[in-house]
């Protein structure tokens, strides 16, 4: 997909940080764009922040429903038509050891990072099949899709990161069963980004250091790892185009990310090679 002018675009998750990122640059584009959240307050701010650079508007939807996913996309197809791209951005992220996370919690954060997923992809794809339209989903996952982000374990998201885990084997999985269809897939993985909500943290540090609340969950050096990696909500929106408009699967945003990969990497390659598992030769 080389551009997305005059394209329709849903972008879940669209009134803030990386949504409202890539919301701004498929405008740029000449992109139709519909955002969705459950807060109507702070999409329809987004909407009038974003309404002077294209057609843009918002619809309120809960991703975890999915007959409100159902009514999303009939009304798009009713008003703007096809969606062209859809941006499965939703997500929400806890701070808590795994052994600390009671299940409700766990089962909140793959509602939201996963199940929303699952909900988009069912009533998205196959509307595009029956009609031999083209059509794209890119999946907003994380560093924490393909590894344990070197510095970020004092952040205490493991959870978050398994629901991310989880979305990268299914837009695998997606991508090879619709290999034979008009949809593709891909898949953002960014690593730190400087979000709206993640800004006020920091400015607070900045004003306090020693904040306690705050140092509980930000030690100075998970703070300065996060400072040294972060990239805006803009920049990650403009690799993600890119990467859209290349025909990317995987669709990373920072050097470190390579880093920590080949890390795992060798890791894996040193346990097979202490198992005396070689390839091109028999169990």
């Known amino acids: 997909m080389n551009s997305l002018n005059d394209k329709t675009v849903l972008v879940t998750g669209g009134a ?21 959240n459950l807060e109507v307050v702070a999409a329809e701010a987004t909407v009038a922040e974003l309404s002077s650079l294209g057609a843009i508007r918002a619809v309120r939807c809960d991703a975890t429903d999915r007959a409100d996913v159902d009514r999303l996309f009939d009304d798009i197809w009713a008003s703007e038509g096809p969606v062209d791209v859809a941006f499965c951005n939703v997500g929400a992220g806890g701070m808590a050891k795994i052994l600390d996370t009671p299940i409700d919690e766990v089962h909140a954060q793959f509602a939201t990072n996963f ?6 992809v069912q009533s998205y794809v196959p509307r595009l099949i029956d009609a031999g339209h083209p059509g794209h989903v890119m999946f907003t996952g994380s560093e924490h899709s393909l590894v344990l982000s070197s510095g970020a374990a004092a952040l205490a998201m493991g959870i978050y990161g398994c629901t991310k885990h989880a979305l990268l084997i299914f837009a695998e999985w997606l991508r090879d069963e619709l290999k034979d269809t008009p949809v593709t897939v891909s898949m953002l993985m ?18 306090d250091p020693d904040d306690p609340a705050l140092r509980a969950v930000f030690s100075p050096a998970a703070e300065q790892t996060l ?19 290349q025909g990317l699967f995987f669709i990373p945003t920072q050097a470190h990310i390579k880093d920590d990969l080949d890390a795992r990497h060798r890791e894996l390659s040193e346990a097979f090679a202490a198992l005396g598992i070689v390839p091109g030769t028999t169990p």
């Open 227 to 245: 400072r040294d990696r972060f990239i805006s909500p803009d920049k990650c929106a403009e690799i993600a185009l890119r990467g859209l408009h």
């Open 190 to 207: 960014p690593g730190p980004v400087l979000t709206e909500r993640i800004a006020d943290t920091f400015t607070a540090l900045d004003r």
């Open 16 to 36: 803030r940080g990386i949504g409202k990122a890539l919301a701004r640059a498929c405008l740029a584009e000449g992109a139709r764009v519909v955002i969705t």
């Open 115 to 120: 199940d929303s997923a699952v909900h988009l």
